[in-house]
């Protein structure tokens, strides 16, 4: 591919204004969204506001006047809309481990006298911890079987699995995993902290019944911003979730004794939320404001498809070794590679000014937010990660002690 | 009282200095420190630094350049130390309705066979709608018995009480109550939203099981800031919760599948934490460095003491009924009154510049932060009262339609 090519595909670029909504620093091109979205400028005023004027000067009365009993639910029907969520199915809050406690005891409940969950051995470590806690019998793609239907039998309330996996990058196919599960009766649960703001989701449309997600990857509302819990309507008056907190009850300011349910998705709030840490979602969200998901869709498989096909003759010349599908249907926007010397690859990357980031055991791992790279960026990061492996960078001390790479 | 006595009160105030620590709106005086603190002002620029420096600019590194990934512990041990704990027994995380379901589940896995859990029908609700979640047989002072003691039985695996209640402001005696506890082998869970920062605590002096509590009222952490868990040394080994996520992993970074809880007080940590927020409880904790606990407790005394007393004439002429201990050892910072019209009496005072709070049914409530509040603001606050209640305007139309007051 020719450097008139790439310049080409940037001309087309239809995301190319939303560039400028994003801050970030000088020079790098920062592939590591998947971990941590940049700033989106809006932030800067947005968190000003929030502290300045409605803490400092709002006080308690901000609680009502400036919506903050109430951002949970606003920026959930916000975030649902985008994910092809009807209102009044999602919430913003807490974390995406403490939100698959709940989705994963609520699809317990949803179906009394199945015991097991199905998930995946390679998930995001996270939900394998939380399913630990939530006491089910848990069964493991890659582990217990080699084909998610040869797991999926009466004894299995739901199947938590995540749409694009954290190591590979790989894109399951929503609608058909779920009919897998509903065809056997089970639930499923999908973690779309790897997918949401980068691949296309219509929630409802693929009869989806739970999902829960991060917003600081792809959605850029800041580091810990609180999660989100989908939950389909035709299950929200029968399910049931033990973190019952305040903001989950009917009546949150009647300060009852027993605890009543919320009848809506705010039963899958518990408590107070971080309102500061929320007016990032907001930032977040309105940094999405207009974008076509098609076209988000498109530059982003364009981007992985460009990475990959000009880091083919690094993985012939250096042994790096693809772990990512080629195939478009089943790729999120995200490619790794295994390579030994993996760690000093990127700690070398970041230092010449492409952030990327390493997970044991030697994954190198990039990821590709179409709304503020270019493919000419892309060039550049397989150019920088050329430069650290012809010069073995592995072979330097200070690229030796491991310092975690979060 | 006269306006003299006033004046000298506060002219030897040793905390008056710490009043321009805070930001307050000209003209208002705040008695509602105790549902929401005010901002310390060095927070304004403690959220831009986090925002534009170490999010915008330092991106992903500053999880560890900028200490993020370890805050919850930073902050854990520093308001540890506040409260009387030493190091590696206190987290700031979630909210304090999660940090009770994990402790209230610790307890009953340390106390095997024992499944009653003690607290309080006055208890602010969400406690006691978490205890609800964990399974545990419930027993309330208020509703199955009169005296603590005799709830306390050998099937009691803990006792899950506010040191200060949030409506009457009652203070408990927290030495005396964990000998209670511990005297039936049974172990203590505290809730201190109501008491940190504004009563002196000793937590291993006191020999505390558990405590809890959020860092928004009298810690002025901001709206919704993460909450805490302390967790006595002596349990920590042996002490599970189910809500197992990955920042509670002995290796977070290993990614291994199988969860092993971390020896240490990181595994009541569960997920990701919102970084935004959690800079707020750094900025409030900086705002009472080098505040003397003693002086604070004297303060707090002294200033809901002059307020029962100015408002004497107030119960007598207009029929509030006093709901807070006149007995110093046995108040908080918090003084309360029934009033048919409380709703509208707290509108109005609003309205004139003193912010209290009101809580169905009929609860007037007002908090004292020795922090930033003088003895002249009482007077002057109690006198804005008798003008509302002296002008009866519970009449007004405009103060009978109740909006939430949070």
Known sequence: MTKIDIAALDAEDPLACFRERFYLP????????????????????????????????????SWNTAGWFAAPKTLGDRLGAFLGAAPGQTVVCDTTSI??????????????????????????PTDLYMLGGTGAEVRLLGRDGDRLEDLIDGNV??????????RSGALFDMTAINRLAH????????D???????????????????????????LNAGPGAPAFIYVAKRHLEEARQPLSGWWGHARPFAFEAEYEAHPGIEKF??????????????AGLDALDGVSQSALREKSLSLTHLFMDLCEP????YGLVPGTPREDRQRGSQVSF???????????????????????????????APLYLSHADIKRAVEIMESCLADRVWLDPAYQVRSPVT
Not at 107 to 119: C, D, I, N, Q, W
Not at 157 to 166: F, I
Not at 183 to 190: H, K, N, T, V, Y
Not at 314 to 317: G, N, T
Request: charged share 20%.
């Open 26 to 61: 000088e020079g790098l091109i920062y592939l590591d969204g998947n971990s941590l979205g940049p700033a989106p400028k809006a932030a800067f005023t947005g968190f000003g506001e929030v502290v300045e004027k409605e803490w400092a000067e709002g006080l308690i009365g």
């Open 99 to 124: 939100n698959i406690f709940k989705a994963v005891h609520a699809a317990l409940g949803l179906r009394p006298g199945r015991r097991v969950v199905v998930s995946e051995l390679d998930s995001f």
């Open 157 to 166: 309330a739901a199947v938590l699995l995540s749409q694009v996996n954290y």
């Open 183 to 190: 065809d056997a009766g089970a639930l499923i649960i999908w």
């Open 192 to 218: 779309l902290c790897h997918s949401a703001g980068v691949v296309p989701i219509a929630l409802d449309a693929a009869g989806t019944d739970f999902a829960v997600g991060c917003t600081y990857k792809y």
């Open 269 to 282: 709030l518990c408590g107070t939320q971080p309102i500061i840490s929320l007016r990032g979602v907001q």
């Open 314 to 317: 690094l993985c012939r010349d």
């Open 338 to 368: 295994t390579f030994e010397h993996g760690y000093a690859v990127i700690r070398a990357m970041i230092e010449r000014g492409v952030v990327g980031d390493f997970r044991e055991p030697g994954l190198m791992r990039f990821g590709f």
